[in-house]
């Protein structure tokens, strides 16, 4: 990634009123947050803006982290099975407020399966496994808006 396009992103992180962003590219990833590293086992770097930020009064200054996994864990990313959003819409990983989640980390699923709902313009569809395997991660919280090729799930494959 070009270090030009980190620093407008951290800027960006910096001035807005957004807390964290996560991309996501061919071969590279970047987590930049205010509040410190994404998780455990991820290596993290400050990156200084290219210039000081004007402060709103009222606004909390705070650092800005680019986090990149360490070669340990991308290679275990590697091997994971991607499901990513077909359409724009809510995720939703259940079929009503009120029932279970169609799955969970760990649960095992087969070609076909459901594993959750994007709601777009009042439609519910349905986004299905296209292979059998096991759930590695959930990439998105319930009700959050996904956009179109939006990574959802990992699965790691049978």
Known sequence: MDINLIRRLVKLVETSGISELEIEEKE?????????????????????????????????????????????????VEKLHEI??????????????????YVKVGDRVEQGSVLCIVEAMKLMNEIESDIAGTVARI?????????????????NPD
Not at 84 to 91: A, C, H, N, W
């Open 28 to 76: 590279s990833r970047i987590y930049i947050s205010k509040y410190g590293p994404a998780a455990p086992g991820a290596v993290s770097y400050n990156v200084a803006p290219a210039q000081q930020p004007i402060s709103a009064p009222g606004a909390v200054a705070a650092s800005s982290t680019v986090s990149i996994p360490d070669v340990k864990q991308a290679e275990t």
């Open 84 to 101: 990513k959003s077909p359409i724009v819409g809510t995720f939703y990983r259940s079929p009503a407020p009120d029932a279970d989640s």
């Open 139 to 155: 990439m998105v919280d319930n009700g959050r808006p996904v956009e179109y090729g939006q990574l959802l799930f990992l699965i």
